[in-house]
């Protein structure tokens, strides 16, 4: 049994340490394959967003093993969601055992830990992202940002030993480190700008269309005649779920959801298809009590369509109709509204975890 223990903070181990001007190899001594898979993807997949990365990009292992300082000056500015991070954890390992998947709430632990003399056997997100250079920034309830950090969707494994890297494939079954996903990266003015128009429309917005779903008890809401949008809940043993419109009742449906729960969170996807997912005409707000309001424009429905400067009149209109709109409901229970994450994907699915408030229990 190898006595060794778990060096973290730097993750470095130097094999050509006999000559101080090598680059160093990077070695991970973490014993708990969950965390060792976590800080190789975190370390290989993501790097600081510096000025000079138009042409190659490093990772944070790269610049670890350079023996390269960075400083705030040499970093772009730019800001992605912690969501989109934690896509590509959950991308890369979608394969894998459960067992080898770390839950949301530690997933959390790692991103927002700070290291101190008790922790010192679990790496962090501050190991390789240091909180001075890649402080973590939110807009209003929505979204999480971490500042200055790039993604590598085909990252350069030379930096790391052989048996690391060797591991990390054995545990993944993968062969290959290129992955064909893109990561949204939002410049740090367009997030101003997002919170603004955000304000506007809380003063200004009458959505045009609303769908409410009250999961505690059964409910039937429906928006008005323009949107052509209506929902129905039917009791069951979990809750009411709303249920999809009939093809004779018109528009493609916003705002079908579904909702999950484990122990310690809620899962929700909501369907909102042909709706514009820019920052700022999108918001996805949760409060305390469960609440969930989501707030948007359609883009769909229109009676003419000019494309490539031609001009289609539509035959038929069973998309949402243009405009502003709402969706709102509650979740079965309180949460943390300063837990959530969530992701708009292109396929126009609203996905989104949020930690649950659980209630402590007295002895």
């Not at 993968?174 to 064909?180: N, R, T």
Request: hydrophobic share 35%; proline share 4%.
């Amino acid at each position: 049994m190898s006595d060794t223990k778990c060096e973290v903070v730097s993750a470095l181990v130097a094999e050509n340490s006999q000559e101080q001007d090598e680059s160093l190899l990077i070695s991970l001594d973490i014993e708990d394959d969950k965390l060792f898979l976590l800080h190789f993807i975190i370390g290989t997949y993501f790097g600081p967003d510096l000025r000079t990365h138009k042409l190659i990009k490093q990772s944070a292992f790269q610049i670890q093993a350079s023996k390269k300082n960075v400083v705030a000056d040499e970093l772009s500015g730019s800001l992605m969601k912690r969501a989109e991070v934690e896509r590509v954890y959950y991308h890369i390992l979608r394969n894998v055992d459960q067992s080898l998947i770390i839950l949301p709430r530690k997933l959390r632990y790692y991103f927002n830990g700070k290291r101190n003399g008790s922790n010192g056997d679990c790496p962090l997100f501050v190991d390789l992202y240091p909180q001075k250079l890649h402080p973590e920034t939110r807009v209003g309830n929505r979204y999480k940002f971490i500042k200055s950090i790039v993604f590598i969707n085909d990252p350069d494994t030379s930096c790391m030993r052989k048996d690391c890297v060797e591991r990390f494939k054995q545990l993944t079954g993968l062969d290959s480190f290129a992955l064909s996903l893109s990561v949204e990266v939002t410049e740090s003015n367009s997030v101003v700008e997002a919170n603004e128009v955000e304000d506007k429309m809380d003063e200004s917005l009458e959505p045009l269309k609303e769908i409410e779903h009250v999961l505690e008890v059964p409910t039937t809401c429906d928006g008005n005649d323009k949107a052509g949008i209506c929902t129905s809940g039917e009791e069951s043993d979990v809750a009411a779920k709303p249920e999809a419109i009939s093809e004779d009742e018109g528009e493609l449906m916003v705002g079908l959801m579904d909702i999950g729960e484990c122990d310690d969170a809620y899962l929700f996807r909501v369907a909102l298809p042909g709706v514009k997912r820019d920052e700022k005409y999108f918001s996805c707000a949760v409060e305390d009590n469960g609440k969930v309001l989501i707030r948007g424009v359609t883009t769909t429905g229109e009676k003419r369509v000019q494309r490539y400067s031609q001009l289609f009149e539509m035959q038929t209109q069973n998309l949402c109709l243009p405009g502003h709109f709402s969706v709102s409901f509650r979740l079965p229970g309180p949460v943390h509204p300063e837990d959530f994450s969530g992701n708009f994907g292109t396929d126009g699915i609203l996905e989104a975890i949020v930690m649950k408030k659980l209630q402590k229990q007295t002895v």
